[in-house]
T-cell receptor
């Protein structure tokens, strides 16, 4: 099946810093999503972005489908940005497959 | 609020028991997914249903089963529970099976003692 790799696995940021999270996938996809899992375990939809660029406040994402990767940008990070960021894609069998996630800690 | 409802939110049960987790998808969504997330682990895909039919299967144990009913709600049945089954179980829904955004419920936290 499709492989979804996220990097880095862990990220420690000082409040106000910017960062880039990466998601590589091994095959073409029709669907790519970014999620934030907050410290309470809730999975929050960030972006549905099979291709192109989208922005939502301090967050933006870019997917280059032809090169099989997506990037999530966090600007001016805040402590509420802490948590795990997951990338997920639909494989050819219809499964929504998740990467292992990037654990982000934003310190005051 | 994602519009996906999971019940119960928390469940504590003993080893060897059987439990049923329930998921109501967003209005209009035909596809339901189930995931297991053990402590500090990623999300493991269990099974997907589309309009009442099984669409895709992951590493779901034989002790686990699921179904999607005509009203599109879904249930995940876990039997002969073991300590290792303690996890957060998520349900997600989407309009179709491939090309639309999936939304997750708040999860059911299962503790097996």
């Amino acid at each position: 099946g499709i492989q979804v790799e996220q990097s880095p696995p862990d990220l420690i940021l000082q409040e106000g810093a910017n960062s880039t999270l990466r998601c590589n996938f091994s095959d073409s996809v029709n669907n790519l999503q970014w999620f934030h899992q907050n410290p309470w375990g809730q999975l929050i939809n960030l972006f549905y972005i099979p291709s192109g660029t989208k922005q939502n406040g301090r967050l933006s994402a870019t997917t280059v489908a032809t090169e099989r990767y997506s990037l999530l940008y966090i600007s001016s990070s805040q402590t509420t940005d802490s948590g795990v960021y997951f990338c997920a894609v639909i494989d050819s069998w219809g499964k929504l497959q998740f990467g292992a996630g990037t654990q982000v800690v934003v310190t005051p | 609020d994602s519009g996906v409802t999971q019940t119960p939110k928390h469940l504590i049960t003993a080893t060897g028991q059987r439990v049923t987790l329930r998921c109501s998808p967003r209005s209009g969504d035909l596809s339901v997914y189930w995931y297991q997330q053990s402590l500090d682990q990623g999300l493991q895909f269990l099974i997907q249903y589309y309009n009442g039919e099984e669409r895709a299967k992951g590493n779901i144990l034989e002790r686990f089963s699921a179904q999607q009913f005509p009203d599109l709600h879904s249930e995940l049945n876990l039997s002969s529970l073991e300590l290792g089954d303690s996890a957060l179980y998520f349900c997600a829904s989407s309009e179709d099976s491939e090309n639309t955004e999936a939304f997750f419920g708040q999860g059911t936290r299962l503790t097996v003692v």
